[in-house]
């Protein structure tokens, strides 16, 4: 979990929020260099610790919590009670004071962290805050993109992600407009960060604080019986780090003396000595690792590369494939219909396709591909789009079809391969020389998206030989 420079204002004096790029994305400092026991408050505030339950510096994740004994499955590692979370509105859903209320109403939901990350400010810059313990536990620095040098967001060399990280920072910068616009008149008693002076570098250290590390959890319960999805921050629990196979998972839960919420972490198997405690913070791409949590998971099988649904580029793609015959930029009624259904076509089409992930190819391509491919809507027609749409659907429009739509795909991804401006053993190579924190993040997530890129083109391949090799056996039986 990473960070950005912020020079944190102590319990007594006020310094300027300020923030850089971090020196180091394994290792960032705390916001102070003797920060309270964690462990300590949690306890004193009527929280629970597992005696087990360690802070340890690991060479990778930087800091995070492990096991300094075995701890049998099923146990409790830590438990919060209501009050410890660090959340935007109190139980009766409104935010205490009325300039955050107001300033976190004008932030887009996408950017939720935000929201929650203007409280966070609030009480980092408030002597005597009762979050003060765990703020100052908080890394100094964040690894995330926005705080990239502008040459190492060059060096992501995915669009995808570059328009994600301009399209933060352009909020950064407007949002500093809007802060100080609704800052300059108030005097001191009702200013939310204490007469300091905020600014983009500030916002974006509280926004990469709270995505990196805030989880989404049930809030209050509504008179339907339903809990409202509410971000918080959890004091200790979030020094676990990630892994897809965790070993602890989160639950809330009420009951016993306790008629309000409690969020537990608890051991889901044995848990070795030194082991560290993991939680798994959720399927995603490497695009959002990077952004919200500044790290890249090598081989992830979540990871996606995404495309734009375009006829003229799967014209290109066909022909490059030697497929012959296409209509992706002409196609017949009855398959313009079905690309309608797709959503590929029509008033406000969704445009964006995506390869990779746990489908492979995403359905709707592949069902256009096999539309598109095909000259007989007969053998279209008779399939649902469900299966139209599925990779696990072997050949339902026929085996010369379903090769030629992966073809297709294959030579997309080829074009796809070409935008990168470096292949994977120039940017291995430029590893190997010793380069910024920042530059071997960005140059290990465009290593990622063209090993993805290169992993679709070979399991198509392998299935494309399976297509014949059936077709020859069935030639011949």
């Not at 180091?24 to 260099?33: D, G, I, K, N, Y």
């Not at 590692?77 to 935007?88: E, G, T």
């Not at 044995?270 to 490497?286: A, H, M, W």
């Not at 209509?327 to 029509?346: K, R």
Request: glycine share 6%; with cysteine; proline share 6%.
């Amino acid at each position: 979990m990473a960070a950005s420079k912020t020079a944190m204002a102590s319990l007594i004096h006020y310094r300027p929020l300020t923030c850089a790029a971090s020196a180091s994305a394994s290792h960032p400092t705390r916001l102070v260099p003797h920060a309270p026991d964690l462990i300590k408050w949690v306890g004193r505030e009527g929280g629970f610790v597992h005696e087990a339950v360690k802070i340890a510096q690991d060479e990778l994740s930087g800091l995070g919590l492990a096991a300094a004994d075995k701890i049998p499955k099923g146990s409790d590692l830590i438990a919060l009670p209501h009050h410890v979370p660090l959340r935007l509105r109190s139980d009766g859903g409104d935010v205490a004071e009325p300039v955050l209320a107001d300033l976190a109403s004008k932030v887009p939901e996408e950017l939720w962290a935000m929201k929650l990350g203007l409280k966070l400010l609030g009480e980092r810059s408030k002597i005597g805050s009762f979050w003060w313990p765990y703020i100052s536990n908080l890394p100094e620095t964040y690894s995330v993109p926005i705080f990239f040098p502008g040459e190492d967001i060059k060096n992501l060399q995915y669009a995808p992600l570059l328009y994600q990280v301009n399209k933060r920072c352009r909020f950064l910068l407007d949002f500093e407009k809007e802060v100080n616009n609704a800052l300059s008149d108030l005097n001191m008693k009702d200013h939310p960060f204490g007469g300091q002076d905020i600014n983009a570098s500030s916002l974006g250290w509280a926004m990469s604080a709270v995505s990196s590390r805030a989880f989404r959890l049930y809030g209050n319960k509504s008179p339907t019986g339903a809990y409202s999805d509410v971000p918080m921050m959890l004091p200790l629990i979030d020094m676990c780090n990630h892994n897809f196979e965790p070993n602890a998972r989160i639950v809330q839960e009420v009951g016993g003396e306790q008629p309000e919420m409690l969020v537990k972490v608890v051991a889901e198997k044995e848990i070795r000595v030194n082991d560290p405690l993991l939680l798994n913070y959720g399927c995603l791409s490497n695009d959002l690792f990077l952004l919200d949590y500044g790290f890249v998971i090598p081989s992830n099988r979540y990871d996606t590369i995404e495309l734009k649904y375009d006829g003229a580029l799967l014209d290109a793609a066909s022909l490059a494939a030697g497929v012959s015959s296409p209509n992706f930029s002409s196609p017949a009624p009855w398959q313009q219909e079905i690309l309608s259904q797709l959503n590929l076509d029509g008033e406000a089409p969704d445009l964006k396709v995506t390869l990779g992930g746990s489908d492979l190819v995403e359905g709707r391509l592949l069902a256009a591909l096999r539309v598109l491919l095909e000259s007989e809507s007969e053998s279209v027609q008779k399939h649902d789009l469900s299966t139209l749409k599925s990779m696990s659907a072997e050949a339902p429009c026929g085996i010369a079809t379903e090769v030629a739509a992966f073809r297709t795909i294959i030579a997309l991804c080829s074009i796809a391969l070409e935008h990168f401006p470096t292949k994977i053993m120039e940017d291995e190579s430029m590893l190997k020389k010793g380069v910024p924190d920042t530059t071997k993040l960005a140059i290990a997530f465009r290593i990622q998206k063209k090993s993805l890129i290169i992993d679709v083109m070979r399991d198509l391949s392998r299935r494309i030989k399976l297509l014949l090799l059936k077709e020859t056996v069935s030639a011949q039986g």
